[in-house]
């Protein structure tokens, strides 16, 4: 009984006129938007609710392996979902030593959801900052090598768009890495991946997916401006007090960029 249940609401459908749309990828799309939500103002909590979106679009986006709608399989939508789960769990390490190493919460945070004891002036466990001229060609190279790389793998397996499956794939990887190393390049990779990702989802029937996409779009080019926004505010405000100590740096709240206080793809 609880399986028929299980399969039932993981088989459940939306229909809009001719188009049958899955429930578990809008779904998965919406845990993937507060994750971004949670990229944007540096909180941990960002990697683990990316996760669960993450195991609920492999089973979308393996069409033919899950009788989906569609009934296509994008190998590298899907295998993008395994990596995120692989980057994310390295994130949130990341983001939860460097906080637990220098980052604080404010005294009016919940304590529900605090994850350390000290209060201090802010909750982000990440400094913005522009990659070195090294590690920006660490990722032109991931870039070019892994698109070519990638797209053979996916047509040799007869994935649907090789090409442009490999790039979101490998532009994902740089995005996610990106973001756990605090690389504020890693908002413009995002718009590189949605820039192909909207055209192949829509082409291929994954509407909320491709519509989500275009939310990124919009979405990843204000968490940019946060970003470099808050990267300027600290670059001056240490010019002015010299850098801290600290093993992370304390940071401005996430107010003082026009965001309100409280992760993409």
Not at 14 to 42: C, K, P, Q, Y
Not at 71 to 87: K, N
Request: aromatic share 14%.
């Amino acid at each position: 009984m609880s399986g028929s249940l299980f399969t039932s609401l993981l088989d459940a459908q939306w229909t809009i006129g001719d188009t049958a749309i899955l429930w578990r990828e809008i779904i998965g799309n919406g845990f993937g938007i507060a994750s971004a939500v949670g990229g944007m103002r540096r909180v941990v909590w960002a990697w683990p609710v990316g996760i669960v979106g993450n195991v609920l679009l492999f089973t979308v986006f393996l069409g033919g392996v899950f009788h989906t709608p569609q009934d296509l399989d994008l190998y590298g939508q899907a295998g993008r979902q395994v990596m995120f789960l692989i980057v994310s769990t390295y994130g949130w390490y990341q983001w939860q030593k460097a906080k637990q190493a220098g980052m604080r919460e404010p005294d009016q945070a919940d304590p529900s959801r605090s994850i350390v004891t000290e209060p201090a002036n802010t909750y982000e466990a990440v400094q913005p900052h522009w990659a070195s001229a090294k590690e920006r060609l660490f990722m032109l190279v991931v870039a070019v090598g892994g698109t070519c790389g990638f797209a053979w793998i996916f047509s040799s397996l007869g994935s649907w768009g090789p090409w442009s499956d490999a790039w979101i794939f490998t532009g994902s990887l740089l995005a996610t890495l990106g973001m756990a190393r605090g690389w504020t390049e890693f908002w413009l990779i995002w718009i590189a991946v949605d820039l192909v990702g909207v055209p192949l989802l829509f082409s291929a029937g994954y509407y909320p997916s491709a519509v989500l996409y275009l939310v990124y779009a919009a979405f990843v080019i204000w968490g940019f401006v946060v970003w470099l926004k808050v990267q300027r505010e600290t670059q001056a405000r240490e010019r002015v007090e010299g850098p801290s100590d600290a093993p992370v740096q304390v940071l401005h709240s996430a107010s003082s960029t026009g965001v309100s206080t409280g992760h993409l793809h």
